[in-house]
Each structure stands twice: as structure tokens, then as C-alpha cells.
């Protein structure tokens, strides 16, 4: 009975067999494992042996945030990048994007936001005087031309009727006519009598009503200077008052000095805002967002953050294909837009510091992001997100950027760049 019960000699020599090639294959994927590795430790070795000593965290000196102007990004270790904005009626100068190097230095140029001068384009008509304002600019009218470009005949202040009253002549007799209204945009008129003729006039902001030379209607400055060629007596709202006007401005933006023009309030920086300690606030044209970052769940994959808008994988265990195939770090985003940008126009890049593999590609994820986005490479180790067509705000769009490394068209790692981008319903 116990003879029968064991395996032959050949049965034992088929499974050593089996044993031996499954250890063979097992011995050839290590040996292939470690020479990759070896590869890679190599070309991490030679890239950090030309690198100048630095302190272990070291990174680039803070930006200043350019007067006039926005300074989108607070990371600053090589490899991250700072991006610039200029406020309303302030056009860039130097760096639009500044990218952290390894040697501790900025590239690029400090940006400075300069007051774009308004006088250039002569907006001023019919030999008006211009002069440059922030954000603006002011033209004093010729004689005989009002408005905010001059572009309007002077109204009519005074009315000359024939007086039917006995007058000597050659008498300069002078006599008043004021007249009570209650309404305040009405005033009475200023009359005089000089040789039998009567004149009156009006204050400032005011126009003789119709006829009746008597009173004084108040000029709708709102209406009479709407659409002038060089643009609205006010950026957002004009308000008419008796004898003149006044700006008004939405919520989340203050009336510039020249009282016409808007100028967004960073309730970020002030701490008017409602944001938690767990919540990035994020300062946008005419408000805020609160936002929070977490790391994304993938099976087999865990990430830790390794800053308050990165997400960096946890090491792999062995044989796992889905945690090598999830991306390597996850970083996220946010800007702020007007209204109806000007398209097409670059709104952020990704590059790589330094590459390992001998291939880098770029691609839009998702379909969320293709109707107003697309994705180009300005060259080998940069790859840029293009906005393709003007957006109305208000609304948030969303992209995510995908840079993938490969050596010999073998995937070596993925990094994701989720990008969220705040449109102000205005168009300043």
C-alpha cells in the first residue's frame, strides 16, 4: 500500500523540472529588476554629481509680488513655477512665468506691471487735452465740447429772449428770476435783463428745460456719454446725480481713485473670508473660493501630501501593476481669470526637471477640459495648456495635464497636474 502511494521517480523529476524553470523565470525578472533599477540609480547619481551643493530643503528666495499685480503659486522648490498677473489697465513687463532652477535661481526676469498709458491712442476729440490716469485717463474739452472724450457739442446753458417790457434804451437795467422747485434735479434759472434782451443760465450740470427758460433740467451725464469712442463714463455702473454723476462698483471690487474704474478687493490676503484651516483660499476677480485638496483613493495605491497642492505615491509593494501604473504625484492649480480673455492664450505649463527616460509625453485627461482647452509642447521637457476660445463667466473650468516619462517606450512614471480655473462673471 505505501508503494503505491508514492510518486515515481519520473513524476519527481517533472516537478523538479517545473520547479526549476518557475525559479529560472522568477531569477531572470529579479536580474531584469535590478538592472532597471541600477539604471536608474546610475543616471540619479550622475545627474545629482553635477548639481552644486546645497542644503538639504533649500529653496529659491521668495518673489515680490509685482505692485499692480497678482503672483499666483507659493512653491518654491526647483521645479515649481510662479506665475504673474497685471491688474486692469496695467500691461506686463518681464517674466509672465518663473520657473525655480536647480541652482537655486529664478529664470526669467522680475515682471513689473506698468500703468498703460491711455493718451497714446489720442482719445481725446476735437483738440481736446489728454492726460494718463491709473487705470484711466482724463481729457480737457476745447471750448465749445464736453464729454469724456469730447466728442460732444457744449449743451446750452443760457437762452437770449426779446423782452416785452418798456426798457430806456442804451439802460442796462439787470433783474433776477428765482423760482422755487422741489425736485432735485430741476433748479431755477439765473436771468438778467441787459438793453431790453433777457439771458439765463444754468448751474454747472444743468440745461434750460425745453421753452420754459425759466428752469434749469439736470443733464443726464449716464445716458449722454453711454458709448463714447474712448469708452463709458464708467467701468461697471454709472449713477446720475443732480448737476452730475457718480461710478459704482459690483461687490468684491473697490472704486479706483479716479472714481470710474474698479479694482478687485483680495479678500484673501485682508482675511475677509470664511475659509477653515483645512481650506486653501484662493482669491478671485470680485470674490473667493475655499478650497481642499485631498489625495486621490486609487486601489492598490496610497499618497501622502507632501505640500497643501501635492500629492506624492507611497512606494509599491512588488508585482503590483496597478499601484507602478497610478500616477507617481498629483499637483493642483488654481487661477483666477476675467471674463472673455482674449484666446488663444497659454495658461499654464508643465515641465520636467530633470528626465530620466529619453521621452516625455503630454496629454489633456478627460473630457471635461477639451471644449475650451488643448494641450502643445513648447519644447522637449515643456508641455503647455492652450485656452482655445474666449469664455463667458461666470463658471470654473477644469483640466487635468498628464506628463508621462518613458525609456524605450516603457512607461517609467506618470504625473498629474489638475488645473481649476475661477472666470469672473466681468470682464475686469
Known amino acids: 500500500m505505501l508503494a503505491q502511494d ?20 522568477q531569477e531572470a525578472s529579479y536580474l531584469q529588476s535590478l538592472r532597471t533599477l541600477r539604471k536608474k540609480l546610475n543616471l540619479l547619481h550622475n545627474s545629482v554629481a553635477r548639481l552644486p551643493a546645497k542644503a538639504k530643503n533649500s529653496t529659491c528666495p521668495n518673489l515680490d509680488t509685482p505692485v499692480n499685480g497678482k503672483k499666483l503659486g507659493k512653491i518654491l522648490f526647483p521645479g515649481h513655477e510662479v506665475h504673474f498677473l497685471c491688474d486692469v489697465g496695467f500691461e506686463l513687463e518681464g517674466s509672465e512665468t518663473r520657473q525655480c532652477k536647480d541652482s537655486l535661481s529664478w529664470s526669467g526676469q522680475q515682471p513689473v506691471c506698468k500703468d498703460i498709458d491711455e493718451c ?3 482719445p481725446c476729440a476735437n483738440g481736446g487735452t489728454c492726460t494718463d490716469e491709473v487705470n484711466g485717463f482724463s481729457c480737457v474739452c476745447a471750448k465749445g465740447w464736453a464729454g469724456p472724450d469730447c466728442q460732444a457739442p457744449t449743451p446750452t446753458f443760457f437762452v437770449t429772449t426779446a423782452n416785452t417790457s418798456p426798457v430806456s434804451a442804451g439802460a442796462a437795467a439787470a433783474s433776477s428770476f428765482p423760482l ?12 438778467s435783463q441787459v438793453q431790453g434782451t433777457t439771458h439765463c443760465t444754468c448751474e454747472p450740470g444743468f440745461t434750460i428745460s425745453g421753452r420754459d427758460n425759466s428752469v434749469c433740467t ?22 446720475n446725480t443732480a448737476g452730475g454723476y457718480r461710478c459704482t462698483c459690483p461687490a468684491g471690487y473697490n472704486v ?6 474698479c479694482k478687485d478687493i483680495d479678500e484673501c490676503s485682508t482675511r475677509q473670508n470664511n475659509c477653515t484651516h483645512e481650506q486653501l483660499c484662493i482669491n478671485t476677480y470680485g470674490g473667493f473660493q475655499c478650497v481642499k485638496v485631498e ?9 501622502v501630501k507632501t505640500s497643501s497642492v501635492r500629492c506624492e505615491r507611497n512606494p509599491c509593494l512588488v508585482d503590483s501593476r496597478t499601484c507602478s501604473q497610478a500616477p507617481n504625484s498629483v499637483s493642483f492649480h488654481y487661477m483666477s481669470v476675467v471674463s472673455n480673455l482674449s484666446a488663444p492664450r497659454v495658461m499654464f505649463r508643465v515641465s520636467a526637471v530633470r528626465m530620466i527616460g529619453d521621452t516625455l509625453r503630454f496629454a489633456l485627461l478627460g473630457s471635461r477640459g477639451r471644449r475650451h482647452f488643448t494641450v502643445q509642447r513648447s519644447d522637449r521637457q515643456t508641455g503647455e495648456l492652450l485656452l482655445t476660445s474666449p469664455v463667458q463667466g461666470p463658471t470654473t473650468l477644469d483640466a487635468e495635464v498628464e506628463m508621462s516619462e518613458l525609456e524605450r517606450r516603457e512607461l517609467l512614471g506618470r504625473y498629474i497636474t489638475k488645473i481649476t480655473i475661477f472666470v469672473s462673471p466681468y470682464e475686469f
Do not use: M, W
Open 295 to 303: 489625495c486621490p483613493q486609487i486601489r492598490n495605491a496610497t499618497y
Open 180 to 191: 422755487t422747485h422741489t425736485s432735485a434735479f430741476t433748479r431755477p434759472s439765473r436771468c
Open 218 to 239: 439736470d443733464i443726464d451725464e449716464c445716458k449722454l456719454f453711454h458709448n463714447g469712442q474712448a469708452g463709458r463714463l464708467c467701468l461697471h455702473t454709472c449713477v
Open 6 to 25: 508514492c510518486p515515481s521517480k519520473q513524476d519527481l523529476q517533472n516537478s523538479i523540472q517545473q520547479a526549476h524553470k518557475l525559479l529560472s523565470a
Open 120 to 122: 497714446l491712442s489720442s
Open 256 to 261: 479706483t481713485r479716479d472714481g470710474r474704474n
